[in-house]
């Protein structure tokens, strides 16, 4: 045990730099870090800002055009705009096609005691946040009711709602089957507030995109207001005073398509060119959305120009998988694409996902290069910790006056250190649809979390940081290249950054064994250990590994798994939890999906919010539930899976993990082998 503590931390001295000696040439950094500019990718996105892009709107098809347009100046190849139908009756997946919203004209008013318009309190023209996504046409005038949270009956009673306009804390989506349709209100009006932050509720002029869910038969519209705004009319109700209001709105859902655009870089080696790594984002949001997601959107922008002009200028040689950019709507168009287009998916081996990497200090956002679920053991994860690391300590070391070689900054932007967090596994966006079990394309996911202003008419491009566009670009670019270069040549450098990253993750699990409880300690070792050899195991879906560097990771490993701690036996198998599992391979999914339930749908409301499993402990709330949906395999018995899910995230009971199981099967997304 001393030696592995010796050997490790002899490592860790020279671990940051050793993790980008080796994986890419410095002349490609230097050639990178020249080229990439914050200040082109703020640019693009100042213009997209200025479109509410909604799925299959009119202003997302301007966004794709802008996009296309500026793909075409930088000379890329392939450029295409896929037009998927979503209609509301096709599936694609797990993901009921959405149809198009569009909206026209919106307006709220309120009115003095002559009911003439004294105050005009929020417009589409101006603020297209101010209307909830999904909202119908109507024309009103009428009182104000406050309803409170408006999720229970009991928030209703003594109140004259038919008719009313009613004032809620909750999301439009959450109150209208009852205020629209049981208590026949003829809007809404909401200030939910953002998710919960450190910062939740600091600053009361905040107004958050509100959404209702678009397949309710409760239709209505929605104004979206402030929480100041919220708190000066909840003062003069309880007062008695009565508050008249005009609403009036043109928008509706029409059927339409998903518009997603792609464009290549082809790659240079005929027997690799036909596989594809993959930039993606997701493109909608509503107006401003500037780091939720003009950002992940034009950085992939801007790496797309840097390379192909590195490529054509001959300042790097062209890569030998082919490169490829897409610009979707966010989990749903992903979904979409994957299950309609087969020939593309594929190709694709690997995706580096962007959604939120600009957040300057004023949205107290922190940067991640998420780690991969455990269910999707790779090396790919691995190198974007590995440059991800690299440019923290380049960074840092340039901020704090230290010798560094690359500082990674625009002109324009700020000069503090990265300070990435690396490796943890988030969910959250389209990279949950790469990595699922039907698909199984592992992913580096680049965002920012927290940031106080997502989702609201604050994230703007003035807390935008060109310096941080960039080196989300750099971090994007280097693993992109690296990936997309790996042959049987270059296994060796990959080997290295494994066999450092391991003795870390191995050293993180020596603390953790001392936390669980004495009966988990045993399944987290070996758990440990079979993902540490899986993850170098997942070099041959990339290239072959010569037999000399397969004996030395033998050796490796097996040198790591005999210094197992673990004093206690393990958890002896009874027959509780022997059932074994397969996918229904005809439905690609994951569960979660975006703007529909499938499982609610098809399982029933009340079954489905009785799963103990979809809300247990996670960070975003389904990690446990995605992650057992991801083990099935047609091997794992449900007490298998139940292990894995304890060693990734917490101990869980294993009744939970069979209840989820069980579900899935009753509507034929899994069945059990004879």
Known sequence: MRNFFVYLGLVQCLAVKGQIINLLKDQTVREFNSELSGESAKRNLEYITRLHR???????????????????????????????????????????????????????????????????????????????????????????????????????????????????????????????????????????????????????????????????????????????????????????????????????????????????????????????????????????????????????????????????????ERPMRTLRFIWSPEIEGTLALLNSTPALTSKIKANIHMDMVGGGQVTKSIFHVAGGPKSLPSFVTGLGEAIGAYVNSETDAFASGYTYQYSFISEEGGKEP????LGQFHMGSDHEVYEEGSFKIPSIYLHDWPDRYIHTNFDVPANIDPTKLKRAGFIGAASGLVVANLTAQSVGAIWEMLRRQSLNRTSQVFGQLSEVPIKEKDNLWRQHINYER???????????????????????????????????????????????????????????????????????????????????????????????????????????????????????????????????????IIEKLK
């Open 418 to 421: 990265l300070q990435a967090v």
């Open 54 to 316: 909604m799925r299959g709107s009119s202003a997302f098809e301007q966004a794709i055009d802008f996009i296309a347009e500026k793909l075409k100046d930088y000379h890329l190849e392939n450029i295409e705009v896929i037009k998927i139908p979503a209609d509301g009756k096709i599936y694609y997946g797990t993901q009921l096609s959405r149809p198009a919203w569009d909206a026209e004209f919106a307006e709220l008013w309120e009115l003095d005691h002559e009911n003439k318009p004294l105050t005009r309190v929020a417009d589409w023209e101006s603020m297209p946040i101010t209307l909830a996504e999904d909202s119908e046409s109507g024309d009103v005038t009428t009182e104000l009711i406050d309803i409170g949270e408006g999720t229970q009956d009991i928030n209703y009673i003594g109140k004259t709602i038919s008719g009313k306009l009613v004032l809620t804390s909750s999301s439009p989506g959450s109150v209208a089957d009852l205020a629209v349709g049981k208590y026949k209100a003829a809007g809404i009006i909401s200030y939910q507030q953002n998710q919960k932050t450190a910062w939740s509720n600091e600053d009361e002029n905040l107004i958050r995109w509100g959404h209702f869910e678009t397949f309710s038969s409760n239709h209505s519209f929605c104004f979206m207001i402030s929480l100041h705004q919220a708190r000066l009319y909840k003062a003069r109700l309880q007062h008695g005073e009565k508050i008249m209001m005009h609403a009036i709105v043109k928008a509706g859902k029409h059927s339409g398509f998903y518009h997603i655009l792609t464009a290549t870089i082809p790659g240079a080696d005929e027997k690799l060119k036909n596989e594809e790594i993959t930039f993606s984002c997701h493109l909608d949001h509503q107006r401003p959305g500037a780091n939720d997601n003009a950002s992940g959107s034009v950085t992939i922008l801007e790496i797309a120009r840097t390379m192909k002009k590195l490529i054509d200028e001959k300042r790097m």
């Open 534 to 668: 899986k993850l170098f195991e997942s070099i041959h879906q990339f290239s072959a590994i010569s037999p000399t560097i397969e004996e030395e990771a033998n050796k490796f490993y097996t040198w790591i798994e005999k210094m197992n701690p673990v004093k206690t036996e393990p958890d002896p198998s009874t027959h509780v939890g022997v059932i074994v599992y397969k996918r229904n391979t005809s439905i690609k999914r994951p569960m979660s999906v975006f703007g529909y339930d499938y499982l609610s749908h098809h399982l029933g409301k009340e079954k489905a919010n009785n799963l103990k499993l979809l809300s247990f402990e996670g960070i975003w709330g389904h990690e446990y539930a995605y992650e057992a949906l991801n083990f099935v395999d047609s091997f794992r018995t449900v007490r298998e899976i139940r292990n894995a899910l304890s060693a990734e995230f917490g101990p869980v009971p294993l009744e939970m993990v069979e209840d989820y199981l069980a579900a899935l099967e009753s509507i034929q």
